[in-house]
Structures are given as structure tokens and as C-alpha cells.
Nanobody, 127 residues
Framework: QEQLVESGGGLVQAGGSLSLSCAAS???????KAWFRQAPGKEREFVAA????????DYTDSVKGRFTIWRDNRKDMVHLQMISLKPEDTGVYYC?????????????????????WGQGTQVTVSS
């Protein structure tokens, strides 16, 4: 089992920055981690992922160059630094972790490959 708790969401103007954090507990070290987001009335979508040691990352095209994901395994934390925020970045941001050890070396994009989910943190970007 792995428990995930997100923090750091809030309201920011377009062009601003926010940093999200995800505190993990349980069997955390070997799992790949990711951030997904869900806007009202839309499907939950992939944002960014990182493999177990932080050496592999992946981003959805719309956030490349603006968002950075990294992890600190000493503290069981995963972070998402977001700059140059846009109104379309608005949504509930969820931290997720895989349970399949075979996925730990990768940074999967597929929502179905993540077993554990946090409760989410709201990010609102005003225009």
C-alpha cells in the first residue's frame, strides 16, 4: 500500500508560478510517480511522470518547458514546479504511484498503470 497526500495548490494569475508537492508513505521508493489533472467536465489527463530514481521524466506537450517534475526519495516526496501558468492549466491535480515493479524504471503516461492516487489539490489560474 502507498498513501499519497498533495499540497501546494491555490489561485494564481496567468503567467504566475506554483509548486505542488506530494508526500508518499508506505511502499514508495521503487514506484514511478506522476501528476495528472482534471478540469471540470473533462477526463483526468496526464501531466508529468518520473521514474523511481528521478532519471527518467516525461511531460505532456502542453506543459513542456513550463513544468518540472522531480522527486526526493530521502524524504519520500514528489514535486511539480509550474511556471508561466495559463488558464487552461486549471484543474484538480492528482499525484499517482505505480504498484507494478516492472514499471518503476519508466515514467508511464497511462492512467491505468497507476494504482495509488492522492485526493488532489486545486489549481486555479485566472486570466
Amino acid at each position: 500500500q502507498e498513501q499519497l497526500v498533495e499540497s501546494g495548490g491555490g489561485l494564481v494569475q496567468a503567467g504566475g508560478s506554483l509548486s505542488l508537492s506530494c508526500a508518499a508513505s508506505g511502499r514508495t521508493i521503487t514506484s514511478a510517480k506522476a501528476w495528472f489533472r482534471q478540469a471540470p467536465g473533462k477526463e483526468r489527463e496526464f501531466v508529468a511522470a518520473v521514474n523511481w530514481d528521478g532519471g527518467v521524466t516525461d511531460y505532456t506537450d502542453s506543459v513542456k518547458g513550463r513544468f518540472t517534475i522531480w522527486r526526493d526519495n530521502r524524504k519520500d516526496m514528489v514535486h511539480l514546479q509550474m511556471i508561466s501558468l495559463k488558464p487552461e492549466d486549471t484543474g484538480v491535480y492528482y499525484c499517482a504511484a505505480t504498484s507494478d515493479a516492472s514499471l518503476s524504471a519508466a515514467a508511464p503516461r497511462n492512467r491505468d498503470q497507476y494504482t495509488y492516487w492522492g485526493q488532489g489539490t486545486q489549481v486555479t489560474v485566472s486570466s
